[in-house]
């Protein structure tokens, strides 16, 4: 048996919209980010670049909710409003809709007027209206005709201000404007600055003109802010895994031949560091939906430095499952094999790999490699922490970039050598220390990634690249 509101679901139309306004003010730039796809329609800096109407499809899962019309621009409102008033006069007693239908009926292909007639047929099928204002236009005369002869059509308008990031004082004059047609529920949703509140707003708005409706776009609304919130965290967590690879990954100093950043070892180090940069880059851009012409990631400035293992560290003990007071480390004894590789090391250094070695296989397996080298007085070449920041501080801008660029946005980002903005987590050094002393998690196999001190870590590294969503 279906529920009610399922029911309901599939006996009411879907809601048709029609995106309308001016040529070249965004109305297919509005739906490609409504989409979340550069794909849709053709987006030129020219007037007249949609010339028929095209429809798509947002869906609530495998819910459809809503088609989106991306119509024509009007080009000729002065000889659209001639024609109504010509069609007027002979039609005295028709509504205002009806005056629309008329002009539609009588209008022929190629007739000069027959774009505007595509607008005008859209309109009168829709259910409400989107009208696209590019703010950075001055309010003109036939701005206002365009508003006053879409308003026959007797269906809720909701005007879009686009373009509104840098131009508030022309947004305010547009504002009054409206408001001499009784125009108050108007919405700011740049194409190319995104804010998902902003499509939210939208959908909000809808709900409040078309009480029909209410339930599925409630649904539609919870959908994609599901989507966009798991999107965002998925991100960090990519992210995350960058910091986690890059903090981790060392080479072994012996392989250097000098101390300059132009050493086999060295060189190796930078390569890395850049190369998963670029691939933790490649991967944020497919799961934004954009392309690797959306941004452009210069070479990070790559610095070494050294690194040994802390064999007495508390979260290295902790890792081993020992602690500085274990009856383990106060008297353990060598194990079998143990011993013949650590004859001659002092009595401490023997007595914990004796104790890790106590503990388990799998234990001394997994860090037997590392106190060896420990042992033996092995250096390793890392990113040095000024490194490690640069890049930290690099994705976090990137994130913000990607978070807030709209799928109409035909520039190019960048992200330099020195980041805009951004702040390290309060406990970053902190992390760093922590990932430099387990350097088997800069494998990411499964076996780490369900390692509960590395989920601490990701976690922090997450809920601090997140903060930039209220920013």
């Known amino acids: 048996m279906k529920s009610t509101s399922a029911t309901s679901a599939q006996e009411t139309p879907l809601l048709e919209i029609a995106v309308v306004g001016h040529t070249n003010t965004g109305k297919t730039s509005l739906i490609r980010t409504l989409l979340r796809s550069t794909r849709f329609g053709q987006v030129e800096d020219a007037a007249g670049t949609t010339r028929h109407v095209e429809r798509a499809t947002l869906f609530a899962g495998d819910e459809s909710v809503l088609n989106l019309h991306d119509t024509p621009g009007i080009e000729d409102v002065y000889a659209l409003q001639d024609r109504l008033h010509l069609i007027a006069t002979r039609n005295k007693r028709s509504t205002p809709s009806e005056l629309l239908e008329k002009f539609v009926a009588s209008t022929p292909l190629n007739d000069p007027l027959e774009q505007e007639a595509k607008v005008i047929r859209q309109v009168l099928r829709s259910d409400v209206l989107l009208y696209v204002i590019d703010v950075r236009e001055p309010v003109l005369e036939k701005y206002l005709i365009e508003i006053e002869i879409l308003g026959k059509a007797m269906k809720p308008m909701i005007p879009i201000f686009n373009f509104t990031a840098a131009h508030r004082a022309e947004l305010d004059l547009w504002r009054k404007k409206l408001a001499a047609f009784n125009i108050y529920a108007s919405l700011e949703l740049d194409t190319v600055a995104f804010a998902f509140e902003a499509e939210k707003r939208l959908y909000q708005k809808i709900q409040s003109l078309l009480e029909v409706h209410y339930n599925r776009l409630q649904r539609l609304i919870d959908h994609r802010a599901g989507v966009w919130n798991q999107l965002c965290k998925s991100a960090a967590r990519r992210i995350a895994g960058l910091i986690v ?12 031949q000098s101390e300059t950043d132009t050493s086999p070892a060295a060189t190796k180090l930078q390569n890395f560091i850049r190369q998963a940069e670029q691939c933790c880059l490649t991967d944020l851009l497919k799961m934004f939906n954009f392309t690797d012409k959306d941004i452009e990631l210069q070479n990070i400035p790559v ?6 293992l802390d064999l007495f560290a508390p979260g290295v003990l902790k890792a081993y499952g020992l602690d500085i007071g274990s009856a383990a480390l ?34 001394y397996k997994r860090y037997g490699r590392e106190i060896q080298a420990k042992l033996r007085g092995t250096r390793w070449l890392c990113a040095d922490d000024s490194t490690l920041q640069l890049l930290y501080l690099r994705q976090h801008e990137l994130l913000d970039k990607l978070m807030n660029r709209g799928h109409a946005a035909c520039h190019t980002e960048q992200v330099g050598g020195q980041p805009e903005r951004g702040r390290l987590p309060e406990d970053w050094q902190q992390i760093i220390d922590v990932l430099r002393q387990n350097p088997a998690w800069g494998s990411l196999s499964g076996e780490y990634l369900n390692d509960a ?8 590294l997450v809920d601090a690249l997140l903060k930039i969503q209220s920013h």
């Open 453 to 460: 001190q590395y989920g601490g870590i990701e976690k922090r």
């Open 245 to 256: 690879t890059a903090a981790c990954y060392r080479v072994d100093a012996g392989e250097m």
């Open 303 to 308: 610095q070494n430095g050294y690194w040994q």
């Open 330 to 363: 106060k008297g353990a004894a060598a194990g079998a094999g143990i011993d013949l590789m650590v004859g001659g090391l002092s009595l401490g250094a023997a007595s914990i790999l004796g104790a890790i070695a106590g503990t388990g296989w799998s234990t």
